[in-house]
T-cell receptor
């Protein structure tokens, strides 16, 4: 138990569906992250929020839309996804964003399958 | 571009020692992290190095040479539960983590 929870753990959706992934951290951290993890590939940073402000958006397609209503919650809204978007989506948090030594704590991930 | 290289897979025997290497080329350097990820689980933090040298933490040690762009994770007295993927990540000049693809470590009895 890392103090970061994600729901749902598994999701199967069609290309025309709209769904949302939820992340919650109970650590009092100020930074939250969304990553995409595909088999045998490095973790891809998608979005970073620091104190509820988006600070990074790494050229992610607009069919992924993040939302951070407060420092404890992070959402990833999904719309019109493609089969190549099937992956494990990981949420993480850290004490701050601009701190070199602050490790990130990860949630268990949502296994997403797009059919 | 920024790049982290680590072996895809390694096999070792229970009770033995294994060294997992990581080389990196990044825009700036603010430290190097090692994470462990068991299959189907979240990555968990193992170590952080920002200065050259060896950091020891129980059975696990991590080494860094900034001039060579090189790090290794040393696991001693291997146990079956050490079977996992080990991820190397470098914090660049913008404090963004650049990740390697991970090394899958298989422990055999």
């Amino acid at each position: 138990e890392t103090g970061v929870t994600q729901t749902p753990r598994h999701l199967v959706m069609g290309m025309t569906n709209k769904k949302s992934l939820k992340c919650e951290q109970h650590l009092g951290h100020n930074a939250m992250y969304w990553y995409k993890q595909s088999a045998k590939k490095p973790l891809e940073l998608m979005f970073v929020y620091s104190l509820e402000e988006r600070v990074e958006n790494n050229s992610v397609p607009s069919r992924f839309s993040p939302e951070c209503p407060n420092s404890s919650h992070l959402f990833l809204h999904l719309h019109t996804l493609q089969p190549e978007d099937s992956a494990l989506y990981l949420c993480a948090s850290s004490q701050t964003f601009e701190g070199p030594s602050y490790e990130q704590y990860f949630g268990p991930g949502t296994r997403l399958t797009v059919t | 571009g920024q790049n982290i290289d680590q072996p895809t897979e390694m096999t070792a025997t229970e009770g033995a020692i294994v060294q997992i290497n990581c080389t990196y080329q990044t825009s700036g350097f603010n430290g190097l992290f090692w994470y462990q990820q068991h299959a189907g689980e979240a990555p968990t933090f193992l170590s952080y190095n920002v200065l050259d040298g060896l950091e020891e933490k129980g059975r696990f040690s991590s080494f860094l040479s900034r001039s060579k762009g090189y790090s290794y994770l040393l696991l001693k007295e291997l146990q079956m539960k050490d079977s996992a993927s080990y991820l190397c990540a470098v914090s660049d000049s913008n404090y963004q983590l650049i990740w390697g693809a991970g090394t899958k470590l298989i422990i055999k009895p």
